[in-house]
């Protein structure tokens, strides 16, 4: 999901989507502040990136690979699909969050060639989050046990 994606969608598809949104990358502070199409457009990337992306790809990608690392060939999409709807009163509170903030600063003064390494480096700590609520096997198997029984099918 990182890398080729975040850079289409980063430097492709949001500086075609929010053209202004380049030239308010270059203006100094107190220019941006009164910049209220730049800043429409930083708002506009910041929706699309965390009320679109986020909500419809992410999690739901999310779930469908942890159902199908943890049940393998017994995996059913539908049933990371309720896991996702299930969890989302959580999930989305808290991947918003920490990714508002951080796309905010990203679309608004990260230079184009900078938009994936700040996400890069946000993810890191995103990433040990996720795990940590969400990431736990079902069963009560340890995950090397899990990981075998799973790769010797």
């Not at 999930?91 to 951080?102: G, L, R």
């Not at 890191?124 to 990981?147: D, L, M, N």
Request: proline share 7%; hydrophobic share 45%; net charge positive.
């Amino acid at each position: 999901f990182t890398g080729c994606w975040q850079y289409t969608l980063f430097v492709k598809v949001m500086p075609r989507v929010c053209p202004a949104a380049i030239v308010f990358l270059e203006k100094p502070f107190r220019e941006k502040l009164r910049d209220t199409v730049g800043l429409k457009q930083v708002a506009v990337q910041n929706f699309l990136e965390n009320g679109v992306n986020n909500p419809l790809l992410y999690f739901p990608i999310f779930y469908t690979i942890q159902e199908f690392l943890n049940k393998g060939a017994e995996a059913k999409v539908g049933n990371a699909l309720k896991k996702y709807v299930n969890n989302a009163h959580e999930d989305i509170p808290a991947i918003w969050s920490v990714w508002v903030p951080v796309q905010f600063f990203n679309f608004g003064f990260s230079p184009l060639w900078m938009r994936v390494p700040v996400v890069a480096m946000t993810s890191a700590f995103w990433t040990a989050y996720v795990s940590r609520t969400r990431g736990g096997s079902p069963s009560k198997e340890e995950p090397q046990e899990a990981i075998v029984r799973t790769m010797s099918r």
